[in-house]
């Protein structure tokens, strides 16, 4: 190793270990202005030695980091790091691998595949199942929803993959009303219009209705997709999966269940009956930076029809020398051809903590989002507007002029405040504060002190 690499690692080495030692203590909002960061953006003339590019960059962009990856961090349902996977990501940026084909890198696919098996017994999902290393829940979901297009066209004899959508029989997608929007997104990517989709009513938690999904059910003909829902993004409520699926294979249709932060449930002995049935869907969408705790860059698409899933990703050219099924070539299981080795930094979380660790993990932020919802739902002129029973919590602050304006007040507040940061929401029509809880390293004293200053930032 050069000289020049050793001294641009150690400055990266130092200024991650200065960063995260503060971590705990820090504010978790940034110091910086709306504005842009000063961040040099003159573009040199000669080069500029590394370890200086990486010194002046960590010190430029400090004030303007976001703790998210802290432990008082509870917006947007985002974990932080376990220090495994943290690890892990850094060796694997170093190994710089391509996991495209098997011949690219047999280290970290050998890595990804025992990760993805991993994945399937946490989750008890079929054994057999296809496992695609996505960037994150959004195209988890538009490669589950591909294999489904697929899967619903050939079995009216269409090839979509070959004909495309022009002339093809209708498609029939049906949506809970409170999906998250990240499930429209896949849909236009595929050729399905907002306007197209058939949305089913959800109950005050935003749980989709059986009877109302039969309801539009019974005036459906021919290839159909119905997408659910585990762990919805304002309450962390569940569809109920039997009916959902019952009721759509009866119909010869695919039921995909978005379960970006839901699905973890099913890791976690306490709360796996919350997802019942869910293991009987078509195919599941996974954060992994979400609850399992890993870097970004990193989700699952999982398919119960290996077949139908590879049919939709497969890329294939003269030079692309594998094509082992066998093996399952990553490239050929999401969108991506060039990827990075996503399924290291996943492989050293679930081995690091093991089965009983992320049940005690997932378990403990539940326990914190209680937590929360009892120490500010005790106070008179605070309401909890959800069912906590997952990591989501719903706040809404209560003001005898305008509720939701107060609301949105106190969120303003506590954001600048630094203390905690968490989000803000419309959910039935009112203004909440959106707490979800999802990081390894909260713990009570975190969840204590937040709650003090969330009191403290709702007083004139």
């Known amino acids: 190793m050069s000289d020049e690499v050793q001294r641009a690692l150690d400055a990266a080495h130092r200024a991650a270990v200065e960063y995260l030692t503060g971590l705990g203590d820090r504010a978790v909002a940034p110091d910086a202005p709306d504005t842009e960061l000063p961040i040099d953006r003159v573009l040199p003339e000669r080069p500029v030695d590394p370890a200086t590019v990486v010194h002046d960059l960590a010190v430029e962009a400090e004030p303007g980091l976001v703790a998210s990856s802290g432990p008082r961090y509870f917006g947007f349902v985002t974990g932080g790091s376990v220090p495994a996977a943290m690890a892990a990501d850094w060796m694997a940026t170093a190994w710089d691998q391509n996991t495209a084909l098997w011949p690219m890198s047999p280290a970290a696919i050998t890595a990804q595949n025992i990760a993805a098996s991993w994945l399937l017994d946490l989750l008890g999902l079929p054994p057999n199942a296809g496992v695609g290393f996505v960037t994150g829940a959004q195209m988890a979901n538009w490669t589950c929803l591909a294999a489904a297009r697929h899967r619903v066209l050939a079995d009216v004899g269409w090839d979509v993959e070959a004909h495309g959508l022009l002339g093809a029989p209708h498609v029939t997608v049906v949506v809970g009303s409170s999906r998250h929007s990240t499930i429209d997104r896949a849909l236009r990517f595929l050729g399905f219009g907002d306007q197209t989709l058939r949305t089913v009513d959800s109950d005050e938690q935003g749980?989709?209705?059986?009877?109302?999904?039969?309801?539009?059910?019974?005036?459906?003909?021919?290839?159909?997709?119905?997408?659910?829902?585990?762990?919805?993004?304002?309450?962390?409520?569940?569809?109920?999966?039997?009916?959902?699926?019952?009721?759509?294979?009866?119909?010869?249709?695919?039921?995909?269940?978005?379960?970006?932060?839901?699905?973890?449930?099913?890791?976690?002995?306490?709360?796996?009956?919350?997802?019942?049935?869910?293991?009987?869907?078509?195919?599941?969408?996974?954060?992994?930076?979400?609850?399992?705790?890993?870097?970004?860059?990193?989700?699952?698409?999982?398919?119960?029809?290996?077949?139908?899933?590879?049919?939709a990703m497969t890329q294939l050219a003269p030079y692309l020398v594998s094509q082992d099924d066998a093996r399952r070539d990553p490239m050929n299981w999401g969108p991506d051809a060039s990827r990075r080795a996503r399924g290291v930094p996943t492989y050293a979380a679930i081995r690091s903590l093991g089965r009983s660790g992320i049940d005690e993990m997932i378990d403990r932020c539940c326990r914190l989002a209680r937590r929360f919802a009892d120490r500010l739902g005790a106070v008179d002129d605070i309401e909890i507007l959800n069912d906590v029973v997952l990591n989501q919590v719903l706040v809404r602050f209560v003001s005898t002029e305008d509720s939701d304006a107060y609301t949105w007040m106190v969120i303003d507040r506590v954001q600048r405040d630094g203390t905690c940061w968490a989000g803000g929401t419309t959910f039935r029509g009112k203004a909440a504060m959106r707490i979800s809880v999802s990081n390894w390293a909260t713990t009570e004293q975190d969840v204590d002190e937040s709650v003090a200053a969330i009191l403290r930032c709702r007083t004139p």
């Open 207 to 311: 749980r989709m209705i059986p009877e109302a999904l039969g309801a539009v059910l019974d005036d459906v003909d021919g290839p159909l997709i119905v997408c659910a829902q585990a762990g919805e993004v304002n309450t962390g409520a569940f569809d109920p999966f039997g009916p959902i699926v019952d009721a759509a294979h009866a119909r010869g249709g695919w039921v995909h269940v978005d379960g970006a932060f839901g699905l973890w449930a099913r890791a976690c002995a306490d709360r796996r009956h919350l997802a019942e049935g869910v293991d009987r869907a078509d195919s599941w969408s996974v954060d992994g930076h979400k609850w399992l705790n890993v870097p970004y860059d990193t989700g699952y698409a999982i398919t119960a029809d290996p077949e139908a899933h590879a049919a």
